[in-house]
């Protein structure tokens, strides 16, 4: 376990939440959950289930320089390895996916969207910013809120 995480705990165990706290973590969180559900059924709505539209997005949005492997989306969807192949591979049949072998190591699996999966992608985000843009603002508010509270909270801490 990390520093910061058991430094976190331990000043977590100190502290008294208040009814104001548990109001505004709750918001925060029906705030994301709101997002996420509109984002879900706009997945539907393009014929794609919300866990292969967040892999298509993880493989699309990887940070630079991270390798598309199998591992590395598993992390960024927090799913096990098993689950994120059965995923690629239902995409893999839809033509949204595709596998391919790495030039250094040929045992290494990367994968990248194939113009199809591109296309499905892009056309789902461009659907979701509108949403995004009247509720992000609603989001960030929570995020602030919740985040002044936190960081009220840790001047309490010894």
């Known amino acids: 376990m990390s520093k910061s995480i058991r430094s976190a705990k331990s000043s977590a165990r100190r502290r008294d939440v208040s009814v104001a706290d548990y109001r505004t ?17 706009a997945a539907r709505s393009h014929g794609l289930e919300p866990q292969r539209h967040q892999l298509l997005l993880a493989i699309r949005g990887l940070p630079k320089g991270a ?12 799913l096990r ?6 995923l690629i591979d239902r995409l893999e049949k839809q033509g949204a996916v595709a596998r391919r ?11 990248h969207l194939t113009p199809r999966g591109e296309d499905w992608l892009r056309r789902l985000t461009v659907s979701i910013w509108p949403q995004l843009q009247v509720e992000g603002m609603a989001l960030s508010d929570s995020l602030q809120r919740l985040l002044a509270a936190s960081g009220e909270a840790g001047k309490d801490a010894p």
Do not use: N
């Open 67 to 78: 390798r598309p492997t199998v591992r590395t989306i598993s992390d960024r969807l927090c």
């Open 81 to 86: 390895h098993h689950s994120t192949v059965e």
């Open 25 to 41: 973590l709750a918001e925060f969180r029906f705030r994301i959950r709101q997002f996420l559900h509109f984002a879900e059924e």
């Open 101 to 111: 072998h790495g030039e250094k190591d040929r045992r290494e699996v990367l994968l």
